[in-house]
């Protein structure tokens, strides 16, 4: 399986920083053909530490594909990455707060990560950032860590009401501002001719399933010339619909 990877984030119409962090990696290796990376991190706090937290665990990802993934890929397990990844995130997240106690400054992100190996993938998450598969149909593959996306699962509140709560951005856990996080890990097999679509929490607010659906589906997304444009039509979109929010989508096509 061949990968074609593209990655959009915008600042939006009010915010002063960008805090959304986004790594989209594909690489040739020997033994296991192609292999991919998509980290997306939608960073919180003040002034410019969001930005700092999300940037850092993107960093610290990044660094991990590039050192650390072509020794991993000569015996390769899924189970020593999963592990080195949970230890990863949860580094990063002491390591942010360390520095947010140093400081007097509470920050921290998102993280949404994807590994594709062997035409198989690990998701690791935390918070509300989505994975999503598109083929013959639009599925959501992470759950959201927020108060209403509990509430709603326990059947204390209908997606009707959520919408409108004020506590829809709030999170349960994130990176750096959590005592203790506990990812959410996902393991499966990536699908021929699909597109696993990430994006932070401000793209998809304004936007419908089925908006996603029809101008994001493998069949209308043949290159990443239309991923990459077609991105950029849909942030504009978002950003007429008055979005407040940083902007972020990124996208992973497998190609048979």
């Not at 290796?29 to 980290?39: D, T």
């Not at 610290?60 to 594909?65: E, I």
């Not at 349960?172 to 499966?188: D, F, K, M």
């Amino acid at each position: 399986m061949n990968y074609i990877g593209t990655a959009v984030t915008d600042i939006g119409i009010s915010k002063k920083t960008n805090q959304d962090s986004v790594c989209v990696k594909i690489a040739e290796s020997e033994k296991h053909g192609q292999v991919a990376m998509v980290v997306l991190c939608d960073g919180m706090g003040g002034l410019a530490k969001g930005e700092l937290a999300s940037a850092t665990v993107i960093r610290a990802f990044s660094k991990w594909f590039d050192d650390d993934l072509p020794a991993r890929l000569v015996k390769f397990s899924w189970k020593k990455v999963t592990e080195e990844w949970e230890k990863l995130a949860k580094e990063q997240n002491y390591l942010i707060a360390q520095y947010g106690k140093k400081t007097d400054v509470t920050l921290g992100t998102t993280l949404t990560a994807m590994l594709v190996v062997d035409n198989k993938y690990l998701i690791l998450h935390v918070g509300d950032s989505r994975i999503y598969k598109i083929k013959n149909s639009m599925e959501q593959m992470t759950e959201d860590h927020t108060f209403i996306a509990r509430e709603i699962k326990n059947g204390r509140m209908t997606h009707e009401e959520a919408m409108k709560d004020k506590r829809r951005n709030m999170l349960l856990q994130c990176v750096g501002a959590s005592n203790v996080i506990e990812p959410q890990i996902v393991t499966g097999k990536v699908e021929k001719n699909a597109i696993y679509m990430f994006c932070s929490d401000g793209f998809r607010h304004v936007l419908t399933k089925e908006e996603m659906f029809e101008r994001l589906s493998p069949d209308v997304l043949v290159d990443a010339d239309d991923m990459e444009q077609t991105s950029k039509h849909l942030i504009e979109e978002v950003k007429k619909r008055k979005e407040k929010d940083n902007i972020t989508v990124a996208l992973l096509r497998t190609v048979s």
